[in-house]
Each structure stands twice: as structure tokens, then as C-alpha cells.
């Protein structure tokens, strides 16, 4: 977390004054506000969504006859914004911020059982909003939620009570962009969409050439973790994938064997091969750039294929057109990890592992993952001959498996004056009226709620981008995990994907060669790290997450 600058401190300062007289700075301008419970001040974290949804979604919320009814003085002054991340958690422990409502971009979960000199806690326990129904809806707000998402905001205090202190505003994903007008002029009309990581390879392989990139990225912000982390997730599968982040095996017990998962080395090796400065599949500006310009260089065409999320088009849309740049960038359903079809039924090879296979053997298995792929996709799976419905399952879990934004939360300071018409606007963010209302202002991104927007709005969902209609389904229907966010070990102990490797991307891809990491190498300094010194490492890991004394 970044230290809170000098003026946000002076302003933390201003605001703690100003509330003694029941006032606050309003938005820009200065102007005083009453600090009272008929008058809501929101903030809203400035990336890659906006702000401008927030504003048409609190239209909506002072248009609504309940809310008129109910807070007839209402009063919401000009949303207040900033780029500073830590700016929301900051201002929350400051105990002094008359904001009645946060909408962050960066987790607060280290903070939520902060609490003041009187032992009160900083943050609103919100369970009531999650347990209340949605406003003129037929079901309550924890209900609406896409249950993968509800399961990563259900938050374990020391004491083992389970509370909900934040609501997450958006389904983000991350996953890998393409340029499919470039794909199709440098591999042919007809070239199939990468079903599995042996076909991605090939598709690199096949694009790689004389002005031809077939990745780009900015190592700096190491996008391409998102990427491994699903594929990780397809191998092991969504539970025992939360396993690591909880820090136990399939029996619940807390172990060092979850370094160890072969789903990390499998994920590994597939970006190792595609994105090794040896192979040559990357844009030659991936480690030296920055984030905006890697992104700028994807418009341009540049190269095929970029790790990001589903901000890309309101981020960049002063830049971006599909109808300008005759371009038309869409989201890659991530391929299925091609190892994994050593955790399958199909597969003949007892304990040898998949990728020391010869490669007409890994060929064989592959074109079988790609035919079940493909009846998953299809919904024809009841068609397959010799495939066992274990087989079928694993696949379909891995085709849901996403990896998603899930840190830009909503959240009430404990001592705010409004906290009442704060938590109605939580409640209402869960309609169908605010969905569409996100869905409008972001051109496509998806909301934490279960709202189809294709049966539900048919022509709003005609008007968004390839890129994020495709998207849209994959986040309706897909599976993805917060408990990287929300794990004892994750938020106490400071449990991360890689213990001895800090920027994965960079790792891979370091000019000087003896700078450069293997995926072997990655995986077992890992191992090493916790279980040298009689787990020494492991052991204070543990104790930071209050599990052991």
C-alpha cells in the first residue's frame, strides 16, 4: 500500500476540523455540505472503468419513488475522486472522513478489523445489505450475486464470526485480448481460435515473423499473472486452487504441500514458452514499457495478442474504434492448459507426466482435449463416445475458470453520519435499473449481479463492442475466485502466488540471460523458501495469520 501523501494528510486534516461543525468540502469546488444522514458524499477511485457511471447510476437512485419516499431531504453533492488507491482505506482509518460511501480500486480487507482507541471498528459490517432484499426485486442482494463472487467478500474475523464489510461494484476480467482483423490477415480466414495452450503455441509460432508480433505487454504491471493463475486454476480446479490461498490440503490441513500443487509447474511451463525472451513472441518494448503505452501499440497493431482486462476499451476509448482502426479486438476465451489431461480419465500414462511426453503423444491427447472442448462449447457433450462424464466435468470447469477484478469495493466508514441512505444505495446497486445503467455508461463492463443483459436488453447489448459482448457471457457464465483477496494467510500473513519471484513477466523475459528464471526453477525455490529451517518461513506465516501462536 502506498503512504499516504502530505496532502491527503492536510485534507484528512481539513475534513476531521470541518466535521466538528457538522460541514465537509464538496466535490471541486469547495463548497459546504451538511454532514447529516439526508446528505450522501461519495468517492470514487479514478482507473480504468470511470467515474461517469457512477453519476448516472445515482440519477437513477434520486429518480426512484422508494427513495424519494423515504429520504425526502435527500441531498448527494458532487462524487469526489482521485488516483491515489490507498486513498479509500486511508481515509476510512483515518477516523475523521465525513465520505459516507467508498468505491475503491484496492482491497481493504487488511484494514476491516482495524478499530479507533475505543475499540470500535473503522469499517460498517454491511451483512444487513447482503442479507435485505433488492429494492422491487423478488430476491435478496446476497442471492443476486454470482455466487463465485458472493464466497470472496464473505470475510473471517480473528474471532470466527463471518461478516461482509465491503460490496464489489464490478466483474472484471482479465484474460488475453486479440486482434482477430490481424489474426485472420497474417494466419488466413478460416484459422481456428486457440481451444487449448498447445494450440496457442503453435498460433505464436505460426504468426511469428517479419513485422509480425504475436504478443504484446507491459512487464511492469505483470498481466500475464492473471493468465497463469488461470490456468493453474483449470488444472487443479477451483477448490484446490482456494486450498492454496487458504494454505491447507484436500483434508483441511495446513501444509507446505500446497507449493507443491503440479498445477503451478504445469501453468508455468506454458508461459514460459510463450513468453521466454529466447522464443521470441513478444514485442521487443515488453519490458520497457509502460502499461498505456503496450496498450496503444495493441491499437495500432502492433501485435496480435495482449494479457488485460475488460477496461481496455473505456481506458483507451479517445484512441480506440473498431470502425476508425478497422480493427475489431476481442476477448480470448482463455485455452484450456493441454496437461491437463493427465488429471482426466483418458489419460493412459500412469505417473509419467504429460509434458515429457513424446511430442506425437502429447499431439494424441491433445486433439482428444479439443474435441471434448469443443462439444463443451457446443453443448454436445451427450455426443461423445468413450469419454467419461468425470472427464467432461473437469473440462467444463475449466472452460468457466476466470480470473477476476476483485478488489474495487464499496465501503461504508462505521462512523458515517449518512450510513442509512449508504447502504439503500448498496442495495440499489444490485437492480436490474442499476446494472444497465453500469452496463450503458462503460459500454459493456459487467456488474457483480446476475443481470443478462442480452435476453434482459437485447438492443444494449447489440450496441457494446465484440469485445465485451463476448465478454459479458464468459462473466455471466464463468467461475472465478476472490481468495487471494480474502484468505487468513492472504490479508494477515502476506501469502502471495509467488513467495521468491516478485514480477513473474520479468522473470521470464529479462534481457540479460542469467537474469532469466525457468518455470522448474520458479516452482521449486518456492517449495525450498518454506521448508528450509524446519519450515521456519512457513511457520511465521502462520502465526501472522493468527492460525498458530
Known sequence: MKKTSQKIMASALAIGMLAASGLSLAGCGGGAVANDENTLEIFISDFGYGTAWLSDVVAKFKTQDWVKQKYPNLSIPAIKKNSEKSYPADSITSGTTTIDLFFSTMTAAASYEKADASGACYFEDITDVYTSNVPNEEWKVQE????????????????????????????????????????KEYLGDDYAIPRTTNELVQMAKDIKGENKVPFISAAKVDYWLYVFQTWWMQYEGVTEYENYWNGVNKYGEYTTDIYAQQGRLEALKVLESLISRSNGYNHSDATTQEFTAA??????????????????????????????????????????ISAIVETMDLYTHGDNKYTDLAESER??????????????????TAALEGVSAADVQKVEGARKAIIGISSHDAMIPSYATAKGVAKDFLRFLATDTACESFMRATNGASTAFNYDVKTKNPDLYNSFSNLQKERAEMALKGVTSTASYHSKLAYWGGLSTFATTEMLEIAFMAQNATDRKTAKQIFEEDITYYNKNNQENWSNLLKLSGIIN
Open 144 to 183: 443476486k450475486m454470482l455466487p463465485s463472487i458472493l464466497a470472496g467478500k464473505q470475510y473471517v474475523t480473528k474471532a470466527g464470526e463471518s461478516k461482509y464489510y465491503a460490496v464489489p461494484w464490478v466483474n472484471g476480467y482479465m484474460g488475453l485480448l486479440y486482434n482477430e482483423t490481424l489474426m
Open 295 to 336: 496498450q496503444s501499440k495493441m491499437i495500432l497493431g502492433e501485435a496480435v495478442m495482449m494479457p488485460n482486462g475488460d477496461w481496455f476499451e473505456t481506458e483507451m476509448r479517445s484512441n480506440y474504434s473498431e470502425d476508425k482502426n478497422h480493427y475489431d479486438i476481442k476477448f480470448m476465451k482463455t485455452p484450456v
Open 363 to 380: 499431439n494424441a491427447y491433445d486433439e482428444k482435449l479439443q474435441a471434448i472442448i469443443t462439444a463443451v462449447d457446443n453443448g454436445t
